[in-house]
């Protein structure tokens, strides 16, 4: 499904679009270390993390698309690099469970 897509269908707010891929699964987790280790290419990966440090996992796995949650905000310098990654932004007033689990019921795994 395309990013522009499932973010239409799941209520996600759009902070940065780069580009519309096909994600293909999905990802929850904010400790970088195990997100470097398990999350798939082509993924949308939900998180609390909002440093610039996860521009560089997303980007290093091959993630397209980061959904902070919670309400949370993304500062500027994350937003700058994911902007020069090409990584998609998105927040979510939800947490990272109910989120998921949204995208979850739209066949992504």
């Known amino acids: 499904?395309?990013?522009?897509?499932l973010s239409d269908k799941t209520g996600l707010k759009e902070i940065l679009f780069c580009a519309d891929h096909d994600i293909i699964h999905g990802y929850?987790?904010?400790?970088?270390?195990?997100?470097?280790r398990?999350?798939?290419a082509d993924s949308i990966w939900f998180t609390v993390?909002?440093?610039?440090?996860?521009?560089a996992v997303a980007?290093?796995?091959g993630v397209k698309a980061i959904v902070l949650c919670e309400g949370l905000?993304?500062?500027?310098?994350?937003?700058?690099?994911?902007?020069?990654?090409?990584i998609n932004l998105y927040v979510s007033?939800?947490?990272?469970?109910?989120?998921?689990?949204?995208?979850?019921?739209?066949g992504i795994r």
């Open 28 to 36: 929850v987790g904010d400790l970088l270390s195990i997100v470097m």
């Open 1 to 5: 499904m395309r990013i522009s897509e």
């Open 38 to 40: 398990s999350a798939k």
């Open 93 to 106: 007033n939800e947490s990272s469970y109910i989120a998921a689990g949204k995208v979850y019921e739209l």
């Open 73 to 86: 905000e993304f500062d500027n310098d994350t937003i700058e690099k994911a902007r020069e990654e090409g």
């Open 49 to 55: 993390q909002s440093h610039v440090n996860i521009v």
């Open 59 to 61: 980007a290093l796995t």
